[in-house]
């Protein structure tokens, strides 16, 4: 059984500057253990907004205004650009641009 909910293609997103492709028709925060299946542990998140260790700001494009969101209730959309992490995101996702 996936933890991905079925898609049939990647979508484009931008998280802090940096062009990724994720499954569509997901949470945020799936597509981001679809990028670091290794290192965003399963087990850290609540999934249910009581833990806000997932919090993002994003903007849907062509939407020139931030928001603010939790991933784990956030579906990912082409275009989204990720402007800002929580920290707990932000320690698990940056080794991804540091290689």
């Not at 992490?85 to 698990?92: C, F, G, I, N």
């Amino acid at each position: 059984m996936s933890i991905y909910r079925p898609f049939q293609k990647l979508v484009s997103i931008t998280i802090l500057g940096h062009a990724v492709d994720v499954p569509e028709n997901n949470l945020v925060l799936r597509c981001f253990q679809f990028l670091a299946p290794d290192s965003l542990p399963y087990g850290s998140f609540c999934w249910n907004e009581q833990c806000q260790l997932c919090r993002i700001r994003y903007r849907s494009l062509g939407e020139g205004t931030e928001r603010q969101a939790l991933s784990c209730k956030l579906l990912v959309a082409e275009g989204m650009v990720i402007t800002q992490l929580a920290p707990e995101l932000r320690l698990h996702l940056m080794p991804l641009w540091e290689r």
